[in-house]
């Protein structure tokens, strides 16, 4: 009984347990096997459906008809687009031709100067026929005449309508298929691909060459506000890292009040300046430029300093002139013609720009000497020796074979220019002697040759006298330096107050701004600028004044690279001093420049050891130091 | 259960009677009771940390389960498309709040059926395509379930085809979305607009401003700046893995893979193919397929079958030639097999030509010019058309990356809606967008280039001067001399002692040499060399000269001429004794040189000049530990300068001036150390600890240091404007 007893109640036990634990555990086990229900409030996601195989493709194969041919209309007639409004037929050969109206009846000065400054420059064809685009200045707010209909006008078919200032003419006629090129376009009208937005340009703004950009730092000073705003009547609000900022949630409610900003006439120094497009009152804009210096705050120095320095290449490159911007213009149409050898966009983007870097010449960033680095390539390690040999005309032998001993010489290039006629036997060298025979212009000297096979040329003049290790350690240094020019006697240089102009000078002194092409290294991307890209006026000029060409090959290259050339130690002893050029040649090119690019050096780049206390065994260039 | 109670009571009084046997097995009892408990409890708990790791809480449903959402015949319809809408006119950018992290938060709607008045359904529920879409953007960091923190709404209504929609009942369902407010910040994806006869290049479904993400887009339909132009879908990318391909020639110079091609455009093709012979290949649909055999895969030409879309890859340009509509799935398959497209499609967007340079990876040829395409192909030299496939290659190794991420995403040939979601985090996030060289330039170029931080050729002005920081310790004689030299450099603009000792406080000001311009002390926490690089607030001049403060042998001449070398190369470290790295190959590692060589690589920051964004590099983007590593051993933090510079600038350094013996009486110069064995080795040990880390030897070895220009030239010393150079 009692045995029985027990057992009962240990059965009890037991069965009780197990209700206790159906009863917790039930419910864990129950949500196990069935698919969880999702819990209110915890992220749920997209579902994973669980017939997902099942789902169709949104497309059958074979579900589309293949037979409209004819291209996308425009929604309403009138529009363009580039294809459908532009004969790109006209444009075959060399690049972009073209055409600009003559000025009809009185003009303004700025249009006549932008007028020459077309007429000059390597896009001008005299014919409207052979032209592939036609260009039509509307700018004459001044004189109060607006154009009329001109005669090639055809629909606007391949015309460009230049608006560099707001006109107050009314449209006399309709633009029709003509690519419109103004200053803030609206959304409505500007034709993405088509037209072409400018900048805004005030009326004074310089023709040709322009202020170059105003930052004379890469990064920031410390203590300069971070953000300048304009205010309604001109003048310049300031704002700085510790002013309060808002939360971006456009809910900002108190004006800072007058402690924590600045009131300024004239646009201050600041890093950041908000520009706003729209003008609403002063106030609701004062407190966008809060949130945006909220954002400004978190930007990294890193970023600043990036942002800071392409402000002043784009401002140098593509904005600081009247004429840099119609170029600028006219080279964005002709990399629409040019499709795929147009700018690639980091030539566009980084100095020296798509005006200075031709695309004529390539269109790898890796063949021109700016871009190496970013590039991640290096010049061959090789040059070309190109020797001019002008009048009397003695074929200079000992220079060949002192060039030609040089270990990383390729080639030997004699540009003969002079009236008497080519010697039939030429030393025997250990590189490739090719001769040329000129058109006794000056200008040849810097002609893109086809036989130019390296990067590096090195230019001579047949009276000039290099030894070996001279030009050896010369080529190291430019190797270190492609895009700019390395030589061995230099010019400078400087300001005449008493003429109220340009001064040149090849007396020794302590800096120098140019270096000699009668012996300097560069790269051959410079013989295609200098034939490609100058005005013809100032290639006329260098071949009429032979001693202006050294002159004009250092502007070009200091406008590229805003960088002075760089001196190597060149061979002492007497030798011809270089004919001062004209007086007036260094003028006319800054002229046309439109402002002086030279800069000065005040430094030489010699061996590490060059005239130092040690043996001269351990020198590898003791030839230099000969006195 | 009243047994229970009844045997609870009378319980105590048991257990005294009960055997041993019995004993243990009621205690062996309610452990397992009492285990059994624990582990019900430890499931009450479990769960959420699973939960929260992994699938589980994603609810799994049938498609066929989903609520079904009547429409009525007379519910609103949206406005059409505007056309004039723009980020800052149809865009709601407070709706995406402020957020730390710079990125948009994406809501989707839960999936409907939605039905007409009689119960016919307005479209398929959701097609295989944009349910990944969908749970892609649901996986990644861009997806939110809190509809009030989203900035944008993505509805789950499918319209990537719109053959399959009735247009009409489609924007009333639109438009009776919660969050719907005329569109503004919802996000439509669609891949095949139009419909016959005219087919329209965007979506006809009329959605007032929501932002529409199409493949097939004109000039036309486009909003500059508003829409996303994507690529059009193809389920062969997806299916097939191609192996990669290097750049270079291909068997055939010109493809044609497309079938259903306009005749028109067929018999310009094939015009192209009996002119040019075996290098032109213009395939077709097979029509004497055997049975089973997949027609997608297979194209013929003649009675010639070819693998499809493997044969892509035999050719070096491929034709993605438009048909009724702009947008072909080809092009993803050439992309894919790496053959540079040739698009001829007249007012084509380009799939994310906001952000792709489209130059860089295809040729567009207008289609007047179809006849010309094999001449104007034939015009590219060599070299662009590698670059172009390398290019290419950017695509894959881009979309491996995301997929890594994201496992759930590989059907994709790109992960194209977090592409959108990221172009249109730019346009939010201006200031904190992805540059265009991020987007477009390919890990093989990033490879050996550089792109320099201070790469505007500039040279400041010299009014600017520079600040001298002086790094010092206890050697307050040395100090002083050093302070009192520097102090006669014409362009000094300012002293700055960083104070490194912390048991022994600075002398008082009035024992410091009285200097004519501003000297400031620093007093540092840690005893640390990195200290001397720190981007103090005090520095006000970019230029900074580094100097040690037993530096008293260099005159003034000789700074100030450093100083206006630095001008010229402010990018650079310009320093005056200069060192070498050496390959030892006997060894197998670098060796550091202190001898006198005709070669330098490294200047010693003992005495340099550079500038101070590299301060601030160097205190927060040093690569690994090299920071720490430096601080802990308490050498090389010249090297480890040297390698930075060098590494972001791509340039070697300047030293100026001839060589010099740093030694002085009273002090272990530099010359002095390195004449140590031991420290040559330490030295030797940095440059291999510091090029492993930087994973290459940035360092450049140049053969030039730079002099005054008339430096030891036959002139008179008292014209030069620096004569006071090389003395001993």
Same mark, same amino acid.
């Given at each position: 009984?009692?045995?029985?007893?027990?057992? %009962?109640?240990?059965?009890?036990?037991?069965?009780?347990?197990?209700?206790?634990?159906?009863?917790?555990?039930?419910?864990?086990?129950?949500?196990?096997?069935?698919?969880?229900?999702?819990?209110?409030?915890?992220?749920?996601?997209?579902?994973?459906?669980?017939?997902?195989?099942?789902?169709?493709?949104?497309?059958?194969?074979?579900?589309?008809?293949?037979?409209?041919?004819?291209?996308?209309? !425009?929604?309403?007639?009138?529009?363009?687009?580039?294809?459908?409004?532009?004969?790109?037929?006209?444009?075959?050969?060399?690049?972009?031709?073209?055409?600009?109206?003559?000025?009809?009846?009185?003009?303004?000065?700025?249009?006549?100067?932008?007028?020459?400054?077309?007429?000059?420059?390597?896009?001008?064809?005299?014919?409207?026929?052979?032209?592939?685009?036609?260009?039509?200045?509307?700018?004459?707010?001044?004189?109060?005449?607006?154009?009329?209909?001109?005669?090639?006008?055809?629909?606007?078919?391949?015309?460009?309508?230049?608006?560099?200032?707001?006109?107050?003419?009314?449209?006399?006629?309709?633009?029709?298929?003509?690519?419109?090129?103004?200053?803030?376009?609206?959304?409505?009208?500007?034709?993405?691909?088509?037209?072409?937005?400018?900048?805004?340009?005030?009326?004074?703004?310089?023709?040709?060459? =322009? @202020?170059?950009?105003?930052?004379?730092?890469?990064?920031?000073?410390?203590?300069?506000?971070?953000?300048?705003?304009?205010?309604?009547?001109?003048?310049?609000?300031?704002?700085?890292?510790?002013?309060?900022?808002?939360?971006?949630?456009?809910?900002?409610?108190?004006?800072?009040?007058?402690?924590?900003?600045?009131?300024?006439?004239?646009?201050?120094?600041?890093?950041?300046?908000?520009?706003?497009?729209?003008?609403?009152?002063?106030?609701?804009?004062?407190?966008?430029?809060?949130?945006?210096? !909220?954002?400004?705050?978190?930007?990294?120095?890193?970023?600043?300093?990036?942002?800071?320095?392409?402000?002043?290449?784009?401002?140098?490159?593509?904005?600081?002139?009247?004429?840099?911007?119609?170029?600028?213009?006219?080279?964005?149409?002709?990399?629409?013609?040019?499709?795929?050898?147009?700018?690639?966009?980091?030539?566009?983007?980084?100095?020296?720009?798509?005006?200075?870097?031709?695309?004529?010449?390539?269109?790898?960033?890796?063949?021109?000497?700016?871009?190496?680095?970013?590039?991640?390539?290096?010049?061959? =390690?090789?040059?070309?020796?190109?020797?001019?040999?002008?009048?009397?005309?003695?074929?200079?032998?000992?220079?060949?074979?002192?060039?030609?001993?040089?270990?990383?010489?390729?080639?030997?290039?004699?540009?003969?220019?002079?009236?008497?006629?080519?010697?039939?036997?030429?030393?025997?060298? !250990?590189?490739?002697? #090719?001769?040329?025979?000129?058109?006794?212009?000056?200008?040849?000297?810097?002609?893109?040759?086809?036989?130019?096979?390296?990067?590096?040329?090195?230019?001579?003049?047949?009276?000039?006298?290099?030894?070996?290790?001279?030009?050896?350690?010369?080529?190291?240094?430019?190797?270190?330096?492609?895009?700019?020019?390395?030589?061995?006697?230099?010019?400078?240089?400087?300001?005449?107050?008493?003429?109220?102009?340009?001064?040149? #000078?090849?007396?020794?002194?302590?800096?120098?701004?140019?270096?000699? #092409?009668?012996?300097?290294?560069?790269?051959?991307?410079?013989?295609?600028?200098? #034939?490609?890209?100058?005005? %013809?006026?100032?290639?006329?000029? @260098?071949?009429?004044?032979?001693?202006?060409?050294?002159?004009?090959?250092?502007?070009?290259?200091? !406008?590229?690279?805003?960088?002075?050339?760089?001196? @190597?130690?060149?061979?002492?002893?007497?030798?011809?001093?270089?004919?001062?050029?004209?007086?007036?040649?260094?003028?006319?090119? @800054?002229?046309?420049?439109?402002?002086?690019?030279?800069?000065?050096?005040?430094?030489?780049?010699?061996?590490?050891?060059?005239?130092?206390?040690?043996?001269?065994?351990? %020198?590898?260039?003791?030839?230099?130091?000969?006195? | 259960?009243?047994?229970?109670?009844?045997?609870?009571?009378?319980?105590?009084?048991?257990?005294?009677?009960?055997?041993?046997?019995?004993?243990?097995?009621?205690?062996?009892?309610?452990?397992?009771? /009492?285990?059994?408990?624990?582990?019900?409890?430890?499931?009450?708990?479990?769960?959420?940390?699973?939960?929260?790791?992994?699938?589980?809480?994603?609810?799994?449903?049938?498609?066929?389960?989903?609520?079904?959402?009547?429409?009525?015949?007379?519910?609103?319809?949206?406005?059409?498309?505007?056309?004039?809408?723009?980020?800052?006119?149809?865009?709601?950018?407070?709706?995406?709040?402020?957020?730390?992290?710079?990125?948009?938060?994406?809501?989707?709607?839960?999936?409907?059926?939605?039905?007409?008045?009689?119960?016919?359904?307005?479209?398929?529920?959701?097609?295989?395509?944009?349910?990944?879409?969908?749970?892609?953007?649901?996986?990644?960091?861009?997806?939110?379930?809190?509809?009030?923190?989203?900035?944008?709404?993505?509805?789950?209504?499918?319209? &990537?085809?719109?053959?399959?929609?009735?247009?009409?009942?489609?924007?009333?369902?639109?438009?009776?979305?919660?969050?719907?407010?005329?569109?503004?910040?919802?996000? /439509?994806?669609?891949? &095949?607009?139009?419909?016959?006869?005219?087919?329209?290049?965007?979506?006809?479904?009329?959605?007032?401003?929501?932002?529409?993400?199409?493949?097939?887009?004109?000039?036309?339909?486009?909003?500059?700046?508003?829409?996303?132009?994507?690529?059009?879908?193809?389920?062969?990318?997806?299916?097939?893995?191609?192996?990669?391909?290097?750049?270079?020639?291909?068997?055939?110079?010109?493809?044609?893979?497309?079938?259903?091609?306009?005749?028109?455009?067929?018999?310009?093709?094939?015009?192209?193919?009996?002119?040019?012979?075996?290098?032109?290949?213009?395939?077709?649909?097979?029509?004497?397929?055997?049975?089973?055999?997949? *027609?997608?895969?297979?194209?013929?030409?003649?009675?010639?079958?070819?693998?499809?879309?493997?044969?892509?890859?035999?050719?070096?340009?491929?034709?993605?030639?438009?048909?009724?509509?702009?947008?072909?799935?080809?092009?993803?398959?050439?992309?894919?097999?790496?053959?540079?497209?040739?698009?001829?499609?007249?007012?084509?967007?380009?799939?994310?030509?906001?952000?792709?340079?489209?130059?860089?990876?295809?040729?567009?040829?207008?289609?007047?010019?179809?006849?010309?395409?094999?001449?104007?192909?034939?015009?590219?030299?060599?070299?662009?058309?590698?670059?172009?496939?390398?290019?290419?290659?950017?695509?894959?190794?881009?979309?491996?990356?995301? +997929?890594?991420?994201?496992?759930?995403?590989?059907?994709?040939?790109?992960?194209?809606?977090?592409?959108?979601?990221?172009?249109?985090?730019?346009?939010?996030?201006?200031?904190?967008?992805?540059?265009?060289?991020?987007?477009?330039?390919?890990?093989?170029?990033?490879?050996?280039?550089?792109?320099?931080?201070?790469?505007?050729?500039?040279?400041?002005?010299?009014?600017?001067?520079?600040?001298?920081?002086?790094?010092?310790?206890?050697?307050?004689?040395?100090?002083?001399?050093?302070?009192?030299?520097?102090?006669?450099?014409?362009?000094? *603009?300012?002293?700055?002692?960083?104070?490194?000792?912390?048991?022994?406080?600075?002398?008082?000001?009035?024992?410091?040499?009285?200097?004519?311009?501003?000297?400031?002390?620093?007093?540092?926490?840690?005893?640390?060399?990195?200290?001397?690089?720190?981007?103090?607030?005090?520095?006000?001049?970019?230029?900074?000269?580094?100097?040690?403060?037993?530096?008293?042998?260099?005159?003034?001449?000789?700074?100030?001429?450093?100083?206006?070398?630095?001008?010229?190369?402010?990018?650079?470290?310009?320093?005056?004794?200069?060192?070498?790295?050496?390959?030892?190959?006997?060894?197998?590692?670098?060796?550091?040189?202190?001898?006198?060589?005709?070669?330098?690589?490294?200047?010693?920051?003992?005495?340099?000049?550079?500038?101070?964004?590299?301060?601030? &590099?160097?205190?927060?983007?040093?690569?690994?530990?090299?920071?720490?590593?430096?601080?802990?051993?308490?050498?090389?933090?010249?090297?480890?300068?040297?390698?930075?510079?060098?590494?972001?600038?791509?340039?070697?350094?300047?030293?100026?001036?001839?060589?010099?013996?740093?030694?002085?009486?009273?002090?272990?110069?530099?010359?002095?150390?390195?004449?140590?064995?031991?420290?040559?080795?330490?030295?030797?040990?940095?440059?291999?600890?510091?090029?492993?880390?930087?994973?290459?030897?940035?360092?450049?070895?140049?053969?030039?240091?730079?002099?005054?220009?008339?430096?030891?030239?036959?002139?008179?010393?008292?014209?030069? +404007?620096?004569?006071?150079?090389?003395? /001993?």
């Amino acid at each position: 009984m009692q045995s029985w007893r027990r057992r %009962k109640s240990l059965w009890l036990a037991l069965s009780a347990s197990w209700l206790l634990l159906v009863l917790l555990g039930g419910f864990s086990l129950l949500r196990l096997a069935l698919p969880p229900r999702p819990r209110p409030g915890a992220s749920q996601g997209w579902p994973r459906w669980l017939d997902a195989e099942l789902l169709q493709s949104f497309s059958q194969p074979g579900e589309l008809p293949e037979d409209a041919v004819s291209p996308p209309q !425009a929604p309403h007639g009138g529009s363009c687009n580039w294809e459908s409004c532009f004969d790109t037929s006209k444009c075959r050969g060399d690049g972009l031709k073209v055409f600009v109206y003559p000025a009809v009846g009185t003009i303004s000065e700025t249009h006549r100067r932008i007028l020459a400054s077309i007429e000059g420059s390597r896009f001008y064809t005299f014919s409207p026929a052979g032209a592939c685009l036609l260009l039509l200045l509307s700018l004459d707010a001044q004189t109060g005449e607006c154009s009329s209909m001109p005669l090639q006008w055809n629909r606007g078919r391949n015309h460009l309508v230049l608006r560099l200032h707001p006109a107050p003419c009314p449209r006399t006629f309709q633009l029709g298929q003509a690519m419109v090129a103004e200053a803030s376009p609206t959304v409505d009208s500007f034709r993405p691909g088509f037209d072409v937005a400018l900048p805004f340009l005030p009326e004074a703004h310089p023709l040709r060459g =322009g @202020a170059p950009g105003q930052l004379r730092q890469h990064s920031p000073q410390p203590g300069v506000a971070l953000l300048a705003l304009e205010e309604e009547r001109g003048g310049w609000r300031t704002a700085d890292t510790g002013s309060s900022a808002c939360p971006w949630d456009g809910r900002c409610e108190q004006d800072p009040g007058p402690g924590q900003t600045q009131r300024q006439e004239t646009l201050p120094n600041a890093t950041f300046c908000l520009i706003s497009g729209h003008r609403p009152e002063a106030a609701s804009r004062f407190l966008q430029a809060l949130q945006v210096l !909220a954002a400004l705050q978190e930007m990294s120095p890193a970023r600043v300093l990036a942002l800071r320095q392409q402000t002043q290449f784009l401002w140098d490159a593509y904005f600081s002139s009247v004429e840099k911007v119609i170029h600028t213009t006219l080279e964005v149409i002709q990399d629409r013609i040019f499709g795929t050898s147009a700018h690639p966009s980091l030539l566009w983007n980084s100095p020296p720009g798509a005006l200075l870097a031709l695309s004529t010449f390539s269109t790898s960033p890796q063949d021109f000497p700016f871009y190496y680095l970013q590039q991640g390539s290096r010049p061959e =390690g090789r040059f070309s020796a190109l020797i001019w040999v002008g009048p009397p005309g003695q074929p200079p032998l000992k220079l060949i074979q002192a060039v030609a001993g040089s270990q990383h010489c390729a080639q030997i290039l004699v540009l003969w220019s002079n009236e008497r006629p080519l010697p039939s036997r030429w030393p025997e060298t !250990a590189v490739p002697l #090719t001769v040329i025979d000129g058109h006794r212009k000056v200008s040849d000297r810097f002609y893109p040759y086809s036989t130019i096979r390296t990067d590096a040329i090195l230019s001579l003049d047949a009276r000039s006298s290099l030894s070996t290790s001279e030009v050896d350690f010369a080529f190291l240094v430019w190797q270190s330096f492609p895009e700019r020019m390395v030589g061995f006697l230099t010019s400078s240089h400087f300001w005449d107050e008493a003429h109220g102009g340009w001064g040149y #000078t090849a007396e020794r002194t302590n800096e120098f701004s140019m270096v000699l #092409t009668t012996a300097a290294f560069y790269h051959r991307y410079y013989h295609t600028l200098f #034939t490609h890209s100058l005005p %013809k006026a100032l290639r006329t000029l @260098a071949d009429e004044a032979p001693t202006c060409v050294d002159v004009l090959m250092n502007f070009i290259v200091a !406008a590229v690279t805003k960088l002075p050339p760089i001196k @190597a130690p060149g061979g002492p002893g007497p030798r011809p001093k270089p004919p001062a050029p004209a007086p007036d040649c260094i003028n006319q090119i @800054a002229a046309a420049f439109g402002h002086m690019p030279l800069l000065s050096s005040r430094l030489r780049l010699d061996p590490v050891l060059f005239k130092d206390p040690v043996s001269v065994q351990r %020198k590898k260039y003791r030839s230099l130091e000969k006195p | 259960m009243c047994a229970s109670v009844k045997y609870n009571i009378r319980g105590p009084a048991l257990i005294p009677r009960m055997k041993t046997k019995h004993r243990i097995y009621y205690i062996t009892l309610f452990s397992i009771v /009492l285990l059994g408990l624990i582990a019900t409890g430890m499931f009450q708990f479990w769960p959420h940390s699973i939960e929260s790791s992994n699938d589980w809480n994603v609810e799994k449903r049938s498609i066929r389960d989903v609520p079904v959402v009547r429409l009525p015949a007379d519910s609103p319809i949206p406005e059409r498309g505007d056309l004039s809408c723009r980020m800052h006119t149809c865009f709601d950018v407070y709706r995406c709040g402020f957020n730390p992290k710079n990125k948009i938060k994406v809501y989707i709607y839960a999936l409907k059926k939605y039905v007409d008045d009689f119960g016919v359904s307005v479209s398929n529920t959701i097609s295989r395509e944009y349910n990944e879409l969908l749970m892609a953007i649901s996986d990644s960091d861009y997806y939110t379930d809190d509809i009030n923190r989203a900035c944008l709404f993505v509805p789950s209504i499918d319209v &990537l085809n719109q053959n399959t929609l009735r247009i009409k009942e489609t924007a009333q369902a639109m438009a009776q979305l919660s969050r719907w407010d005329r569109g503004t910040n919802h996000l /439509l994806f669609n891949m &095949l607009p139009g419909g016959p006869p005219d087919y329209n290049t965007a979506l006809d479904v009329p959605r007032d401003r929501a932002l529409l993400a199409g493949g097939g887009f004109s000039t036309w339909t486009y909003r500059q700046g508003y829409d996303v132009s994507i690529p059009v879908y193809s389920p062969l990318s997806a299916e097939v893995d191609l192996p990669e391909k290097g750049p270079g020639p291909r068997q055939y110079f010109l493809l044609s893979s497309q079938v259903g091609l306009h005749p028109e455009y067929r018999e310009d093709l094939e015009a192209l193919q009996v002119k040019h012979g075996e290098s032109v290949l213009v395939l077709d649909k097979c029509t004497n397929l055997s049975e089973g055999v997949l *027609s997608v895969r297979k194209r013929c030409h003649k009675h010639q079958v070819f693998d499809y879309p493997q044969v892509l890859q035999e050719a070096t340009f491929c034709v993605v030639l438009r048909g009724a509509r702009l947008g072909q799935a080809v092009l993803s398959d050439v992309l894919q097999a790496g053959c540079v497209p040739v698009v001829i499609a007249d007012s084509y967007i380009l799939p994310f030509s906001e952000v792709l340079d489209w130059k860089r990876a295809s040729v567009v040829v207008p289609e007047e010019k179809m006849s010309d395409v094999y001449s104007i192909l034939q015009s590219i030299p060599q070299r662009q058309i590698e670059e172009m496939q390398r290019q290419l290659f950017m695509e894959p190794a881009r979309r491996e990356n995301w +997929s890594a991420a994201n496992h759930q995403m590989n059907s994709l040939i790109w992960p194209r809606e977090q592409w959108d979601s990221q172009i249109i985090n730019d346009r939010i996030y201006p200031y904190a967008a992805i540059s265009y060289e991020e987007w477009n330039d390919p890990p093989a170029v990033k490879w050996g280039s550089v792109s320099n931080p201070l790469f505007l050729p500039l040279i400041p002005p010299q009014s600017q001067g520079f600040t001298a920081i002086v790094l010092t310790y206890d050697r307050v004689e040395s100090l002083f001399r050093v302070i009192t030299e520097v102090s006669k450099v014409p362009s000094l *603009s300012k002293l700055l002692v960083v104070w490194n000792n912390q048991n022994k406080n600075p002398p008082e000001d009035s024992l410091w040499p009285k200097i004519r311009v501003p000297l400031k002390v620093v007093r540092t926490a840690e005893n640390k060399l990195s200290n001397r690089f720190f981007p103090y607030d005090e520095i006000e001049t970019e230029a900074v000269l580094a100097i040690d403060d037993d530096i008293i042998m260099l005159t003034s001449d000789e700074l100030q001429f450093g100083y206006e070398v630095w001008r010229e190369f402010p990018d650079r470290l310009v320093g005056y004794p200069g060192r070498l790295h050496l390959w030892d190959h006997e060894m197998n590692k670098w060796k550091y040189e202190s001898e006198w060589t005709n070669e330098v690589s490294m200047v010693l920051t003992g005495a340099a000049f550079y500038h101070k964004y590299f301060n601030y &590099l160097y205190t927060y983007k040093m690569p690994g530990d090299i920071k720490n590593w430096v601080d802990a051993h308490m050498n090389c933090e010249d090297i480890a300068m040297n390698f930075l510079v060098a590494n972001v600038t791509g340039k070697a350094v300047i030293k100026v001036t001839p060589r010099k013996k740093f030694k002085c009486p009273e002090c272990t110069a530099i010359d002095g150390l390195s004449l140590d064995q031991t420290h040559m080795v330490e030295r030797s040990e940095c440059i291999n600890k510091f090029a492993s880390v930087f994973g290459t030897m940035p360092l450049k070895v140049v053969e030039h240091r730079a002099d005054p220009v008339l430096y030891k030239d036959d002139f008179p010393e008292k014209l030069k +404007s620096f004569p006071n150079i090389g003395s /001993l």
